[in-house]
């Protein structure tokens, strides 16, 4: 039987000159490393989080904010390439966007980007490339993250656990409070000049 979805809950941050915060978390054992190639759709209408890897389609839903601003996302749906209508249809009212007209009943994930999402003007496809340093503190995944957004280089951190409190008690020690919380679609949307 699969383990039930714990969704978590995320404070992150984006920008550059973290060297303060990152040399409070680099006192704590690196736990994992990962380095990962992602293609993200942006949509003019929705900030859900739409991406692909190894051929699959991954969107995770904003389902709550707290009054910390901390930020839950939880996953809604996983679709392998080709793609089906159905699926499609899915993904279109979570971009919000009107559906453009389909001519196929199956997408392979070349004509998905190439058919349906780069001739429509309410999307955006964005080439992200992440290095991810992974750290456990408090029971809390902490993360120092370089990116790339189709060029554009930012580095982020990252905070996440299923409870609020620890969140931000890790937040707190690590003396994070004063950086503005931004999640990952809308540091990308404004790095590609569609916030």
């Known amino acids: ?24 978390i680099r006192k704590f054992e690196q736990g994992n490393f990962k380095d990962s190639e992602e293609v993200y759709v942006l949509s003019k209408f929705s900030d859900e989080n739409v991406k692909v890897r190894d051929d699959l389609l991954d969107i ?11 930020e839950q996302w939880y ?29 196929k009943r199956v997408y392979t994930f070349d004509q ?23 750290y456990v503190i408090n029971g809390a995944i902490v993360e120092i993250a370089d990116t790339d957004f189709d060029g ?6 990252c905070v996440e656990h299923e409870d609020t409190e620890v969140v931000m008690k890790t937040v707190r ?3 994070l409070e004063s950086l503005p919380n931004i999640n990952y679609i809308q ?9």
Do not use: C
């Not at 998905?112 to 496809?125: G, T």
């Not at 554009?152 to 951190?157: D, H, K, M, N």
């Not at 540091?187 to 916030?195: E, H, L, P, Q």
């Open 75 to 103: 996953p809604v749906m996983k679709a392998e390439f080709p793609i089906s209508l159905d699926d499609l249809k899915k993904l279109f009212s979570y971009f919000k966007a009107p559906e453009p007209i389909f001519g």
């Open 187 to 195: 540091a990308m949307k404004k790095s590609v000049g569609m916030a």
């Open 173 to 175: 020690e690590l003396a």
């Open 112 to 134: 998905f980007l190439n058919e349906i999402v780069r001739p429509n003007q309410n999307l955006r496809l964005v080439h992200v490339k992440k290095k991810r340093y992974i």
């Open 1 to 24: 039987m699969a383990n039930p979805i714990v969704a978590r809950w995320e404070w992150r941050t984006f920008g550059a000159g973290f060297d303060e915060p990152e040399a409070r």
């Open 152 to 157: 554009v280089e930012l580095r982020t951190i």
């Open 60 to 70: 995770k839903s904003l389902q709550k904010v707290d009054s910390n601003g901390l």
